[in-house]
């Protein structure tokens, strides 16, 4: 490149000009629904984040999922047999859950799924080495973005086992922090809930165990929950950076990767865009949804 | 994590009101009564004791829990090893023993164990013990400066914003929301990559992220407390805004804050390793825990599990010592569980 062209590029992205009328340079053309070009993806901003949204939102919903089954199932057992051995696992398997870092449970699960024991593949959203499914995914109608109901609305089973068993240790991975902060958040609401005078009184009447911890305790401890699976399942959805990084998922997270290191900035601006605006999303969300879990919100 | 944070104000107003003195053991009381008599009463004494009494009686009700003890021996083993890392293993450049030491001759990763190697080798001899070690003192350094300067800045923000009230307030507070908005590791990411590929800059985008949380809990509690009637009588007996902030205020406004910096000694080990671990954070060859993951990745699938596994042991036991202090020190300065 001559001096001349490194001028001319500078002129074109208003390099020379100082940051703050970069900012309004960027404010004006996102009012214009432009997000700029991301030379990552080799897309404009805002259809690499259309495109790789999808993907992202399948592998959030699937760990929230299983991070909302076993915190609750867990978080409620540990608390109604507090000190007991499944509580002491819970609490144990909680304190891990959110010390490990995550990217190395993924790396460790790889390991044993993968190089050990054969079971699952190692990374990526399907065998990427079978061109025939690649040729496939090329060809097929991408009905909702989400592959899971795609490949069963074309009917081809095949492609959607293979994706599945892709799904499986990235969700797990992700959803394993989730679980932890659930299983806690659970275990002092149940516990609290426990020592209320309608829990008391419903146990008095002559209510089997089953029914005073099912109906009366966990409905009521599972308000506080709410919030943080909502917050958790906002933060997942605003891309799990690194989760997405170590399997190779062609998500927003690991999008964002490679934007932060190549210093793709039209990316990182978007994205950061993007998932503040999905993360005040989910607050509000939540907000609405918790007062219609708790009248006394919506009195008071 | 944000959730936590927000989600807990004033819930301990009166951590200020001092705990039940019945309860202490007598040789505590016996050893007051002797630093009683032995020290004449200044000032700075008078001021001193009942505090010091309070941490003896902490420091008593941490000593009850396994789970405190296990994380406090951690603790300490952690801080040993931080803090002579020499002594543990030599540097081999000791003007960078930042770096892991190399050795082109031994390129391929030898297993725990041969050749010297005690936890085994990288690629071209990077000695995996010499990262493990030299990655404690790079952490712990790192944390302390993020969680302290944090800390500093959050409470003393927190502190103006709730005292005062009124636009500061406004001001602070929404740009807390600015950075509570956001996923604090899509944040730091961002301002990591603008501002380049090393842990500087890393420390940096933490500090600018990390001070919100603190400044949150700090004025929810501030709100609470200005209401006591205590702060009147401070102010009807003539005391200036300043002492009132730091004499009154600040003290029984802590305790919130002191759990959730201990736990985030951890959880800011953890973004910096996952910063690390995409390529934002330590250079490469650095002896810290993420870049060393990164750099075995590759041959950690191949078999060489001890390039990976070894670093990631390391920050599991580092973030989980400070875990467990925090889960111990939350029931212990919470005044509704020490009764």
Known sequence: ???????????????????????????????????????????????????????????????????????????????????????????????????????????????????????????????????????????MNHYTGFLLIDTLLNGDIEFFWDHLIHLIMPAITLAFASTAILIRMMRSSMLEVLGAEYVKAARAKGLPEKVVINRHARRNAMIPTTTVIGLTFGGLLGGAVLTETVFQWNGIGQWSAKAAVGVDTPAIMGFTLITAIIYVLANLVVDIVYAYLDPRVRLG | MKAEKSGKPAEDEASGSKP?????????????????????????????????????????????????????????????????????????????PEMMPWNPLLWEPRPPGVDGFILGSGLAGADIYYGVIWGARISMAFAIEVVGISVIIGTLLGLL????????????????????????????????????????????????VWWSGYTRIIRGQVLSIRENTYIVAAKASGSSEGSIMMRHILPNSWAPVVVQATMDMGTVVLVMAGLSYLGLGAEPGTAEWGQMIYAGQDRFITGSWWMVFFPGMAILVFVLAFNLIGDGLRDVLDPKMRR
Do not use: C
């Not at chain 1, 304190?95 to 079971?119: E, M, R, Y």
């Not at chain 2, 602070?172 to 090393?198: Q, Y």
């Open chain 1, 1 to 139: 490149m001559t001096p001349l062209q490194i001028d001319m590029i500078k002129m074109k992205y208003h390099l020379n000009d100082p940051l703050y009328s970069q900012y309004y340079y960027w404010l004006d053309s996102l009012f214009h629904g432009n997000l700029g070009y991301s030379k990552e993806a080799r897309l404009p901003v805002i259809d690499a984040i259309t495109q790789k949204f999808p993907s992202t939102f399948e592998l959030a919903i699937i760990s929230t999922m299983m991070a909302v089954l076993f915190g609750i199932f867990l978080g409620t057992k540990s608390a109604v047999k507090a000190n007991s051995i499944t509580d002491q696992l819970s609490r144990t398997l909680s304190l891990v859950g959110v010390s490990i870092p995550v990217f190395w449970l993924g790396l460790i699960l790889v390991w044993v799924f993968f190089a050990q024991l054969h079971w699952l593949p190692q990374f990526g959203p399907w065998n990427i080495t079978n061109i025939d499914l690649s040729l496939r995914y090329e060809t």
């Open chain 2, 20 to 96: 039940v003195r019945d309860s202490l053991p007598d040789s505590n009381a016996d050893a007051d009564k002797k630093v009683k008599t032995k020290i004449k009463k200044s000032r700075l004494w008078l001021a001193l004791m009942p505090r010091l009494k309070e941490l003896k009686f902490d420091a008593y009700l941490m000593s009850k829990s396994a789970t405190s003890i296990a994380g406090i021996v951690l603790l300490i083993i952690l801080v040993i090893i931080a803090a002579f890392p020499s002594f543990f293993a030599t540097p081999a450049d000791p003007s960078h």
């Open chain 2, 161 to 208: 914003a709730g005292y005062k009230g009124g636009v500061l307030d406004e001001i602070v507070m929404r740009v807390t929301d600015v950075f509570l908005s956001i996923p604090s590791l899509v944040l730091i990411m961002a301002i990591a990559a603008v501002l380049g590929r090393n842990l500087e800059s890393t420390k940096f985008a933490l500090i600018m």
